[in-house]
Nanobody, 123 residues
């Protein structure tokens, strides 16, 4: 079992920044990558970013590339999502998840999910 807890969401203005955290516990060694997904009202959950723990390779959705940065602190078993230049279309519930196997951008390949944290970008 892997437990994931997100934090750091909130209400911000366009252009502001936020940093989300995803704290992992349990059998974290059994999973080698963490992904961030988001789901806006009435939309499908979509891939945002992913990081592979051992090699620190990162991947991003085109919509966030250049604005978001995913990083990890192995000692704290925590993954971060730094979000800069936020836009109204970034408004969503953000989830972190542990990759079981397969491609990093497919949500069906993730088997452990956090509860989500709300990010609202509004003027």
């Amino acid at each position: 079992q892997v437990q994931l807890v997100e934090s750091g969401g909130g209400l911000v203005h366009p252009g502001d920044s936020l940093r989300l955290s995803c704290a992992a516990s349990g059998r974290t060694f059994s999973r080698h990558a963490t992904g961030w997904f988001r789901q806006a009202p009435g939309k499908e959950r979509e891939f945002v970013a992913a990081i592979f723990w051992s090699v620190s390779i990162t991947y991003y959705a085109d919509s966030v590339k250049g604005r978001f940065t995913v990083s990890r602190d192995n000692a704290k078993n925590t993954v971060y999502l730094q979000m800069n230049s936020l836009k109204s279309e970034d408004t969503a519930v953000y989830y972190c998840a542990a990759l079981r196997s397969g491609t990093y951008y497919e949500k069906s390949n993730y088997d452990y999910w956090g509860q989500g944290t709300q990010v609202t970008v509004s003027s």
